[in-house]
């Protein structure tokens, strides 16, 4: 991934955070320390974490739809303008609809029940850019929306109500929705977890397949390393609110990352995997925000020295493709 | 449409229950009719005569069924006061109370709907805070003491408003076809009258709907504080919609569901409450009318009173729940 050529004007990223850290209004609790990273136009980036590492709270609130979290300091540069710290939550919101587009979790519960499936997204139109082609061809664009992610005979459907769709179909409508502000960036947060396996395949491929036709940007979230490893470009690793790795999906498995990175893969059944390579990670998980010194992971990890939980963690500040916390640089590049 | 015809069919069972209950009550409460009607000086052969005339020696089911067959061709008895048919009666008084409780379930779904979506909105903030004391203010409030209240002040000291009755002394003669002087005075172009009656049902409107918006603002914010916490408001908010947008287009018609199916109840039960409204404002209507009857001992027109606001309870829910349905035809089909 380093490799790519750094003089292409493409190679700017696109989100750029640097040192966010995430804390809750209730209490100032911070949540999220210290993460940095960067997406590029049209990269495939993916988080994995398991639950309550932080994933979903650190992009909500770079998003400006957590309401109950704020980002307590770094900085936050999106398509080469600096969002202040200060109020980031508004600035963030005007990005959203036109520039941001984000599909919730539950294709059950993010469509509204009572609104016809094709107003849901001809709004989506509307607030990303006006009327500037009247409701009838805007009608149309939905509709060939529908099309394009794959629901048969969108016009009929383009009056029905969403609980008279598959949770396959309905995620495909929330990502027509998403399509429709013409956005930059994806920010698709567990898409396909309250789908079965095949249909998460569907989605996930269809969510690649238009991101390379509309050169989008797509952040994927997902607890599931499997998953991300066959879909996406670079894999940041949360953990207790800690980024502990970033790293070329390709390097999962064929050479040395971060221990949790490690570890997590070995959970995966795969089918160059005997039994006796798949084991589980010791002990609980901590939450994000678990407020100790030193490396989250440390109290599982099968590497662990003393300094693990006093010394600080090394941190991401070139901004470089790859990138690995531990402070034994396991998995640095 | 088969949730609209299972709604009916409840509702007709609804009213079997409501007509058994109103039944016993006229049979148990009254002692023996036969006796009431056959005056004080009846011998026990006219007593026995009056009973077979009225069917009372028949079996009790019998005397059901005659009792909902003549309810079913309109006949609500004979007033023993009045000497009137009852049903005339009610015809007659059911309009300015409907009325009364149509301006008081406007001014209620006014107020009810936007403050609960706002302070479900709003949550846990200072205004929240306001309008919650000011609800749970309202809902101390007796009807009866507000009534007094406002009619002292706002009408007596500040003659902002008429004090009592339906309509000023100019307009006394009005009469309509209906009954019911706002439509019937729009109907006919006479907008003095229609202001000069909306003017007499504002203060007990208000006074009759207080205690119910209490609880329809706390209802509507119960209702929409849950829509609120709903992944299709993140995915509206992720569209760009303005926080204004997603209340009034979003989450509105999705909360006020399960609130308008309280509104409905809460109809019947204004109707109930007319009672004390109707007595302080010197307005005609059921309440007034259910007073008098139960001043003077007048069993039936007690019971038709009864009977009647029970049949409007049961309707307004009725038209409540298949007006949601039609609305929302997707999110009933399993109720």
Same mark, same amino acid.
């Given at each position: ?89 508004? #600035? ?107 249909? #998460? ?12 036709? $509309? ?14 490893? #066959? ?22 498995? $064929? ?79 | ?25 006229? $049979?148990? @409460? ?157 109907? #006919? ?113 007690? @019971? ?32």
């Amino acid at each position: 991934m380093a490799s790519l050529a750094p003089t292409n004007a493409d190679d700017r990223p696109l989100l750029e955070i640097r040192d966010v850290s995430v804390a809750l209004r209730n209490g100032n609790r911070t949540m999220v320390a210290g993460v940095s990273l960067s997406v590029r136009p049209r990269e495939v980036f993916g988080i994995v974490g398991e639950s309550g590492s932080g994933k979903t709270l650190l992009t909500r609130t770079l998003l400006g739809l957590q309401d109950d979290a704020y980002v307590a300091g770094g900085s936050v540069r999106f398509n080469g303008q600096s969002l202040p710290i200060d109020g980031y939550g508004t #600035q963030a919101r005007k990005l959203l609809g036109h520039s941001i587009g984000f599909v919730p979790q539950d294709p059950f519960a993010s469509l509204n029940p009572s609104m016809r499936i094709g107003k849901q997204i001809t709004e989506a139109i509307y607030l990303a850019k006006g009327w500037p082609m009247g409701a009838e061809r805007t009608r149309d664009a939905a509709i060939s929306l529908m099309a394009e992610v794959g629901i048969p005979e969108p016009a009929l459907a383009f009056n029905q109500f969403p609980d008279q769709f598959s949770g396959g179909m309905r995620q495909r409508m929330v990502f027509a929705i998403a399509l429709a502000q013409d956005p930059k960036l994806l920010v698709a947060d567990e898409p396909t977890t309250a789908l079965d396996a095949i249909t #998460q395949r569907r989605v996930i491929e269809l969510i690649l397949d238009r991101s390379r036709k $509309h050169d989008l940007a797509v952040i994927l979230i997902s607890h599931n390393l499997e998953l991300l490893r #066959q879909s996406v470009g670079r894999i940041a690793v949360l953990y207790g609110g800690q980024l502990l790795n970033i790293v070329a999906s390709s390097d999962i498995g $064929h050479r040395m990352v971060h221990p949790y990175t490690e570890a997590l893969f070995d959970c995966i059944p795969t089918r160059e995997k005997t039994l006796a390579d798949i084991r589980s990670i010791p002990g609980e998980p901590v939450g994000a925000g678990f407020g100790l010194r030193g490396c989250a992971f440390a109290s599982r990890c099968p590497y662990v020295v003393t300094a693990c939980t006093t010394a600080d963690l090394p941190r991401n500040s070139a901004m470089a493709p790859s990138f690995s916390a531990c402070i034994l640089g396991r998995g640095a590049s | 449409m088969r949730y609209v015809a299972q709604r009916i069919l409840f509702s007709i069972l609804s009213l079997c229950v409501l007509l058994f209950i109103t039944f016993l009550l006229s $049979h148990v @409460v009254s002692g023996d009719p036969a006796i009431v009607a056959a005056g004080p000086n009846a011998g026990a052969d006219k007593i026995a005569a009056v009973r077979q005339e009225m069917g009372l020696d028949r079996p009790l089911l019998v005397q059901f069924w005659i009792y909902c067959s003549n309810i079913m061709h309109g006949d609500l008895g004979t007033s023993w006061f009045t000497r009137q048919p009852i049903a005339s009666d009610i015809i007659r008084e059911l309009p300015p109370s409907l009325e009364l409780v149509f301006v008081a379930m406007l001014i209620n779904l006014a107020i009810s709907l936007p403050l609960g979506l706002l302070t479900a909105r709003y949550a846990g903030s200072r205004f929240d805070d306001i309008v919650r004391l000011l609800v749970m203010a309202g809902a101390g409030l007796p009807i009866f003491w507000l009534a007094i209240i406002l009619q002292q002040i706002v009408a007596g000291q500040w003659r902002l408003l008429p004090t009592a009755g339906r309509l000023g002394f100019q307009n006394r003669d009005f009469t309509g076809a209906t009954g019911f002087t706002l439509f019937d005075s729009l109907m #006919q172009g006479r907008f003095d009258v229609f202001a000069d009656a909306l003017a007499h049902l504002v203060l007990p409107a208000f006074a009759l709907t207080l205690l119910f918006t209490a609880v329809g603002v706390r209802i509507t914010r119960t209702s929409m504080i849950g829509e609120f916490r709903k992944d299709y408001v993140v995915l509206a908010r992720a569209k760009g919609a303005s926080e204004g947008r997603i209340m009034v287009r979003h989450v509105f018609a999705n909360g006020a569901t399960p609130a308008l199916t309280v509104f409905g109840m809460q109809f019947g039960w204004m109707l109930g409450a007319t009672v004390l409204v109707e007595e302080i404002f010197g307005r005609p209507g059921i309440g007034r009318y259910a007073v008098k009857a139960v001043t003077q001992s007048d069993i039936h027109a007690v @019971v038709a009173v009864v009977f009647v606001v029970g049949l409007v309870f049961l309707f307004s829910n009725l038209i409540v729940d298949i007006a949601l349905y039609l609305l929302s035809p997707r999110k009933h089909a399993g109720a």
